[in-house]
């Protein structure tokens, strides 16, 4: 029998994942992987009411469950690498780290020396042969995430939930009882909701108020409480009012300055090319002058490209393609991989 | 699906009975009065206040004006060591609360035999001449044990006879926090010999965040939170009145049934105790076989996981908790257990089942069936890996 160790968050996910493997016949063992407990102001950190549900449910499927302790390693690998993007002026994914750094290295590591043949999460996405697939419901599908996760360790991954639906998961887990089947799902990144991340930031980088510019007009319209929280391409949370929306067009780290524009067809925020850095390929390299799918963030919908000399042709031109943040290329089904947008 | 439940954690909390409900209900609506102001309703309020206070010390032997009301056994141990600037004296198995307080102090903890006892040697030992308070437990929270306050309380006065016949002037007061045993064993301030007690309305079967720090003419204390000069200035901010109402008539019922209610409790405690050991033989129950609380049986199934247990408890309708609920959610073994000195392997596959006014002999029968089935099944289910 097959020994799958299964990471468990406490969520519905991973707790129908477990349920899964254990119908299949596998020998599960539910992990909890103890990331982050910090508390930040004003939102108070679920991981012990978390770890409870999912021991719960393990113990409600009658399997084992362990705690892996990744505090340490997860502050270094991926807070970090966080606060560090944030200064440069980026907007960083932490759930892309996360998988790289943590889910599928640290944890698959301590699995397997742990006496694992395998390990299995709740995220919606497919493997074949080492290969990584869209999951079948689109709507939901988290390959995006998992574009730096290595082949070797697809090859030793299962995602029971990819042939699923989110409805058809939650009804599921509603079938068998489990006491997670109702709980509501976690929002946002990793360990800090959307909202946290002010919070989170502001107990790690200094921020100072600097002036909103409309791009157009060079008029100062406004004022914003640090560069850092500010994204391309983002509407909300600009203290500007009155009139048409504005849109962050670019920012300037240095002078602290953030660009805004209310014309949605402003050049600045419509692109056709992407340079790609930090590539990472999964199987192997796109091909030269191949026409592939590719996705600026988590849900876009899929669009065209051709791979040329690093770069990405776009069929049509997109909005707000921003620099540090992922593309990552599709072959069909497949998820080739992909890189940091310069 | 309704599963009946079976409530096995009186020490955590416990159920307001219908009586002390009425009694509370009338200062939320129609009694609502602020009993500081000057008008016949609320002087009328005041009366009923200090009233209730006056039953409320009175069923442990103590007078109203000498009880300052807090929101909860928290507030009153540390209103209890507010005034302190010498040595404290404190044993290794008190709750959290008086461990944090005692903190901020220089202190001596004293380690308890392994039956969970603390002995009078071992306070006077830890007694030094700048030791300003000794402060032990009546009852332990996970183990049940009962300590010997009064004993202590003879070493207490002949420290302060040596000071007087010394000339120091260095004051000895003895608190005890009695948050556990109320309404199950004899809690009467002449008889244990303290100056200091600490009660919480919400372990006695009375309403949450009330709580109460019983202080005998003479002993000083620092007020935690300023204002108005209510509770003597020693806790300040318009009285908890429903609360206090509830309290007090809480304190009686239990008062007043403490022995009948003791002696139920015992029976079906050690009904249930029998009952386990029977089935598992190498069961270890830990404090001291008598001179422990009535309703508190604490089990360990070496081997085991607790957590797991109450898990599984917990499917089945039957609520239990794993060492202290505090220590359990931390995810770190419990202090008390680490100082009696229970392994590892017992301490981490230990339950705390504390019976109380919910546990019936039908519902104790039950109790004790469908833990037997549990804690076999995770047997086995360990067995088979």
């Known amino acids: 029998m097959k020994k799958v160790f299964v990471g468990m968050s406490g969520g519905v996910d991973s707790s129908l994942t477990a349920a899964l493997l254990v119908e299949q016949g596998y020998e599960v063992t539910g992990v909890y992987m103890k990331n982050w407990t910090q508390d930040l102001p004003g939102m108070r950190c679920p991981w012990a009411d978390d770890l409870a549900d999912a021991k719960r449910v393990a113990v409600q499927l009658g399997i084992d469950f362990r705690v892996f302790d990744f505090e340490n390693e997860y502050r270094d690998k991926v807070v970090q690498y966080m606060i560090d993007e944030y200064k440069s002026g980026h907007t960083p994914n932490p759930d892309i780290m996360c998988n790289q750094e943590v889910k599928f290295k640290l944890f698959l590591e301590t699995a397997l020396e742990q006496g694992a043949d395998m390990i299995a999460t709740g995220h919606y996405a497919q493997t074949n042969n080492g290969k990584l697939l869209l999951a079948l419901d689109g709507n939901k599908d988290q390959t995006y995430f998992l574009y730096r996760v290595e082949q070797s360790a697809l090859e030793k991954t299962l995602f029971p939930l990819g042939e699923f639906t989110k409805p058809q998961v939650r009804t599921m887990a509603k079938e068998r009882g489990l006491a997670t089947a109702s709980k509501k799902d976690s929002q946002g990144i990793c360990f800090v909701g959307q909202i946290g991340i002010r919070e989170f930031l502001g107990q790690y980088v200094q921020t100072k108020p600097g002036k909103i510019i409309d791009l157009s007009s060079k008029n100062v319209v406004g004022k914003h409480d640090g560069a850092i929280f500010y994204t391309l391409g983002q509407r909300h949370g600009l203290n500007v009012g009155g009139g048409l929306p504005y849109y962050v067009v670019g920012k300037d780290m240095e002078k602290n300055e953030v660009y805004v524009s209310t014309n949605l067809n402003t050049e600045s925020l419509w692109q056709e090319n992407i340079t790609l850095q930090s590539t990472h390929w999964i199987n192997e390299e796109p091909r030269e002058g191949q026409t592939y799918a590719l996705r600026i963030r988590h849900r876009a919908p899929l669009v065209n490209c051709t791979y040329s000399q690093g770069m990405l042709q776009l069929e049509e031109s997109q909005r707000a393609i921003t620099p540090g943040q992922s593309t990552v290329l599709y072959d069909g089904k497949i998820c080739l991989g992909g890189g940091i947008v310069v | 699906m309704s599963l009946k439940q079976i409530y096995l954690d009186h020490a955590a909390a416990t159920p307001m009975d219908e009586r002390v409900l009425d009694a509370m209900r009338p200062y939320f609506d129609t009694h609502f009065y602020n009993p500081s102001s000057p008008y016949a309703p609320a002087v009328q309020v005041r009366h009923e206040y200090e009233e209730a206070k006056a039953l409320l010390a009175g069923t442990f032997g103590a007078k109203g004006d000498e009880i300052v009301i807090t929101a909860g056994a928290t507030e009153s141990i540390n209103l209890a060591l507010s005034g302190v600037t010498g040595h404290v004296v404190s044993s290794a198995i008190e709750h959290h609360a008086v461990l944090a307080a005692v903190g901020r102090h220089e202190h001596t903890l004293v380690a308890p035999t392994e039956k969970g006892i603390?002995?009078?040697?071992?306070?006077?030992?830890?007694?030094?001449?700048?030791?300003?308070?000794?402060?032990?437990?009546?009852?332990?929270?996970?183990?049940?044990?009962?300590?010997?306050?009064?004993?202590?309380?003879?070493?207490?006065?002949?420290?302060?006879?040596?000071?007087?016949?010394?000339?120091?002037?260095?004051?000895?007061?003895?608190?005890?926090?009695?948050?556990?045993?109320?309404?199950?064993?004899?809690?009467?301030?002449?008889?244990?010999?303290?100056?200091?007690?600490?009660?919480?309305?919400?372990?006695?079967?009375?309403?949450?965040?009330?709580?109460?720090?019983?202080?005998?003419?003479?002993?000083?204390?620092?007020?935690?939170?300023?204002?108005?000069?209510?509770?003597?200035?020693?806790?300040?901010?318009?009285?908890?009145?429903?609360?206090?109402?509830?309290?007090?008539?809480?304190?009686?019922?239990?008062?007043?049934?403490?022995?009948?209610?003791?002696?139920?409790?015992?029976?079906?405690?050690?009904?249930?105790?029998?009952?386990?050991?029977?089935?598992?033989?190498?069961?270890?129950?830990?404090?001291?076989?008598?001179?422990?609380?009535?309703?508190?049986?604490?089990?360990?199934?070496?081997?085991?996981?607790?957590?797991?247990?109450?898990?599984?408890?917990?499917?089945?309708?039957?609520?239990?908790?794993?060492?202290?609920?505090?220590?359990?959610?931390?995810?770190?073994?419990?202090?008390?257990?680490?100082?009696?000195?229970?392994?590892?392997?017992?301490?981490?596959?230990?339950?705390?089942?504390?019976?109380?006014?919910?546990?019936?002999?039908e519902i104790i029968q039950e109790a004790a069936r469908i833990i037997s089935e549990e804690v076999q099944a995770e047997y086995k289910r360990i067995g088979d890996a």
């Open chain 2, 118 to 361: 603390i002995t009078p040697e071992a306070i006077a030992a830890a007694i030094t001449p700048n030791t300003e308070i000794v402060t032990i437990q009546l009852a332990n929270n996970e183990i049940g044990t009962i300590q010997p306050l009064r004993d202590i309380a003879t070493i207490i006065e002949t420290e302060r006879n040596r000071r007087a016949e010394a000339g120091e002037s260095t004051p000895l007061h003895f608190h005890t926090d009695a948050s556990q045993g109320f309404g199950q064993i004899d809690v009467h301030i002449a008889r244990l010999g303290v100056d200091m007690l600490t009660l919480n309305s919400g372990k006695m079967y009375g309403p949450k965040q009330v709580g109460l720090l019983w202080l005998k003419a003479g002993v000083s204390v620092l007020p935690l939170i300023l204002g108005g000069g209510q509770e003597r200035g020693l806790r300040n901010g318009t009285e908890n009145v429903a609360g206090v109402m509830g309290f007090s008539k809480a304190a009686q019922l239990a008062e007043k049934h403490t022995k009948s209610e003791a002696n139920r409790l015992r029976e079906l405690r050690d009904n249930l105790q029998i009952t386990l050991q029977k089935t598992f033989s190498d069961m270890v129950v830990s404090g001291h076989p008598k001179k422990r609380l009535p309703g508190s049986l604490h089990v360990a199934f070496p081997g085991l996981d607790g957590e797991r247990l109450v898990f599984r408890l917990e499917s089945r309708g039957v609520l239990v908790a794993t060492g202290s609920a505090c220590a359990a959610n931390k995810g770190t073994r419990s202090h008390v257990l680490k100082s009696i000195g229970l392994g590892n392997a017992e301490a981490d596959g230990s339950l705390r089942l504390t019976l109380g006014k919910l546990s019936t002999k």
